[in-house]
């Protein structure tokens, strides 16, 4: 039986942790209470308010406030008609996250949030079973993976949107 991730796992950086979170199996917990599991197979890191692609960027705000009170939170926020999914990460005070962007069977972060679910009530909550949203290690580690530019962020400095951020299993 899989072990359920413990909230210290993601006290490490977003870097470290969007490598090391490829072939966890991300739970959730549907409301008629089947739990949905998938296999992470893509992720992209934002390293806080130094990196121009990270919504922390311009600092503390109503939005990012949950990026600034601790490690291993859901940070979710609607793009589009989607809830995307963020884990919080990093020592406390430092506004890391990954962003969730494939699991097996949706790629792309709007595909895993219809497939997962994910709604604004998840924000803030810590990433344990209790709250419905928690991640899970099997022991799997993908036989390979590689690492290349963010996708879909025009808007961040050109050193940013180059930064080897993205993981993806293959």
């Known amino acids: ?3 359920v991730v ?3 796992y993601f006290e490490k950086g977003s870097a470290e942790l969007a490598r090391d ?3 966890k199996i991300l739970c959730r917990m549907m409301p008629d209470g089947n739990v949905l599991r998938r296999r992470i197979t893509e992720t992209e890191a934002y390293y806080g308010e130094d990196d121009t692609a990270a919504h922390a960027h311009k600092g503390r705000t109503v939005r990012t406030e949950v990026l600034y009170t601790g490690y291993g939170r859901a940070y979710v926020y609607r793009c589009y008609m989607f809830w995307l999914l963020n884990l919080s990460c990093g020592p406390d005070g430092s506004p890391e996250c990954v962003l969730i962007r494939g699991v097996e069977g949706s790629d792309g ?3 895993v949030s219809k497939a997962m679910g994910f709604s604004k009530d998840m924000y803030g909550k810590e990433l344990v079973p209790e709250n419905g949203l928690w991640l899970e290690d ?3 580690v993908p036989e390979r993976a590689v690492s290349g530019p963010r996708i879909g962020i025009p808007y961040a400095s050109e050193e940013d949107r180059n930064a080897p951020l993205n993981f993806r299993s293959v």
């Open 1 to 3: 039986m899989p072990d």
């Open 6 to 8: 413990d909230l210290g």
């Open 21 to 23: 979170v490829l072939g």
């Open 109 to 111: 972060p709007g595909r």
């Open 138 to 140: 099997d022991g799997f």
